[in-house]
């Protein structure tokens, strides 16, 4: 099956790309924030963006942080505005964009593809997140995420 991927995934795989990462043991968001030219403090609140800064939550775990950075370049990359002053609804859906972006910015499809998934689908699971450095909820959306593309392209390769 030829997988057809999206936009999103095509500005992800070209911005790795760009700054020279292919695999997986390459994501290390300290490097990438530095390739990016974006400067990254850890402080003892919730993760943002701040006077051109991107904070990390220093409470939060290894996983957490690279989760959470991936949120937060999103907004820095890819969103204008103040979330302090924009409509309700234009925030939900920046938010919805943002942590959507994450799945795939921290379990990139073309790393995902080359992955050789396990008999079960824990064991799965567990390889995504050991491999991609992200919690055990995380790396089953982004299964889930993959596996229903999948299928939605299998059923429309069978209309």
């Not at 936009?7 to 968001?29: A, R, V």
């Not at 990438?32 to 609140?45: G, N, S």
């Not at 609804?89 to 943002?98: G, H, N, R």
């Amino acid at each position: 099956m030829n997988y057809q991927t999206s936009l999103l995934e095509d500005w992800i795989y070209q911005l790795y790309k760009q700054i020279g990462i292919s695999s997986p043991g390459q994501l290390d968001f300290q490097v990438i924030a530095d390739r990016l030219e974006v400067q990254l403090e850890f402080w003892e609140v919730s993760s943002r963006l701040y006077n051109r800064k991107l904070i990390i939550d220093s409470r939060l775990t290894p996983q957490e942080q690279w989760q959470e950075f991936a949120h937060e370049i999103c907004h820095k990359l890819r969103h204008y505005g103040n979330h302090l002053t924009m409509p309700e609804m234009f925030l939900e859906l920046q938010e919805f964009q943002a942590n959507h972006f994450a799945l795939h910015f921290c379990v990139p499809t073309f790393m995902l593809k080359n992955l050789n998934f396990q008999k079960s689908r824990k064991e799965t699971i567990y390889l995504i997140a050991v491999t991609f450095n992200v919690t055990y909820a995380f790396a089953e959306k982004r299964l889930v995420i993959y596996e229903n593309k999948i299928l939605s392209q299998k059923c429309l390769s069978n209309v």
